[in-house]
Antibody
């Protein structure tokens, strides 16, 4: 059973960079796609992008493309998210998730981590 | 971008009721649609993928239908555990979620 765990600072200063890591256990990140999703309090889900665990090739949501970067660390079985130039609008619960092999829906999710953007 | 529109935004129902939530895509997504259930403070959980395939372990009272741009999630007989927020999600072109439907107790 694949398990995912997000980690990173819970508070980020406006205009700075948000950085989160997702640690995967119970399976290798290689050979699968992995996504980041966020959810502002009381609102819906927004997909940020996905990364392929073998090559590190990433695809990003066009609405955030210029500010989002994803990367992988195969030695640690982790993948990461960076969002630059954050504002209060980036305050949300951030989830990492695994894309299913038989389609691109999300079949395993982390528990989520709250990131607040505030000075 | 493919936009997903769910209706209703909120649905009040009673245990034992049959309920249907609809989801419309801004362009054809064929059958590349999933449904998720989310409870407060928890991550979403996939219920159905490829429009109508139940994820292993999901009760058979859940069913999905549709194709192209019109889709539906039906719960045949509501149970207390089903009161939650439901999201549709297309994966024909990247991933886009609907805005959610909160299913609440009448």
């Amino acid at each position: 059973q694949v398990q995912l765990q997000e980690s990173g600072p819970g508070l980020v200063i406006p205009s700075e960079t948000l950085s989160l890591t997702c640690t995967v256990s119970g399976g290798s990140i290689s050979g699968s796609y992995w996504s980041w999703i966020r959810q502002p309090a009381g609102k819906g889900l927004e997909w940020l992008g996905r990364i392929f665990g073998t090559t590190g090739t990433a695809n990003y949501n066009p609405s955030l493309k210029s500010r989002v970067t994803m990367s992988i660390d195969m030695s640690k079985n982790q993948f990461s998210l960076k969002v630059t130039s954050v504002t209060a609008a980036d305050t949300a619960v951030y989830y990492c998730a695994k894309n299913a092999p038989s389609g691109w829906y999300l079949d395993y999710w982390g528990q989520g981590t709250l990131v607040t953007v505030s000075s | 971008d493919i936009q997903m529109t769910q209706s209703p935004s909120t649905l009040s129902a009673s245990v034992g009721d049959r309920v249907t939530i609809t989801c419309r895509a801004s362009q054809s997504i064929y059958t590349w649609l999933a449904w998720y259930q989310q409870k407060p403070g928890r991550a979403p959980k996939v219920l159905i993928y490829e429009t109508s395939t139940l994820k292993t372990g999901v009760p058979s009272r859940f069913s999905g239908s549709g194709s192209g741009t019109e889709f539906a999630l039906t719960i045949s007989s509501l149970q207390p555990d089903d009161f939650a927020t439901y999201y549709c999600q297309q994966y024909n072109s990247y991933l886009t979620f609907g805005q959610g439907t909160k299913l609440e107790i009448k």
